[in-house]
């Protein structure tokens, strides 16, 4: 069972990142993918979240109107595209199976966790 992310970069502000999320060895398209972010020494932050079937989606207040995420139950990726970005999106981001769907996100509800791209947002 696993999940690896990938597509992090140092970027300028204003400019897009696209990540994405490769998952293998569970039943993909039975369970949710969540995105959360960390900053060294700060908690967790839920970032975005989408459901199963890709209808039920979830944005964090801080990355509404930003950020968009995707999947594709076929190719079992989910992708999170970053526009706008801000210094402040600055941070380890990591792909999370969440097992409580996307009405909220809970870092104790994630079970599986990839290992973390790094976004730097820069000038």
């Known amino acids: 069972v696993q999940l690896q992310a990938s597509g992090g970069g140092l970027v300028q502000p204003g400019e897009s990142l696209r990540l994405s999320c490769a998952a293998s060895?569970?039943?993909?398209?039975?369970?949710?993918i969540a995105w959360f972010r960390q900053v060294s020494g700060k908690e967790r932050e839920g970032v975005s979240c989408?459901?199963?079937?890709?209808?039920?989606?979830y944005y964090g207040d801080s990355v509404k109107g930003r950020f968009t995420i995707s999947r594709d139950n076929a190719k079992n990726t989910v992708a999170l595209q970053m526009n706008s970005l801000k210094p402040e999106d600055t941070a380890v981001y990591y792909c999370v199976r969440h097992r409580a769907g996307c009405k909220f996100l809970d870092e104790r509800w994630g079970d599986v966790w990839g290992q973390g791209t790094q976004v730097t947002v820069s000038s």
């Open positions: 989408i459901g199963s079937s890709g209808i039920g989606t």
């Open positions: 060895g569970f039943t993909f398209d039975h369970y949710a």
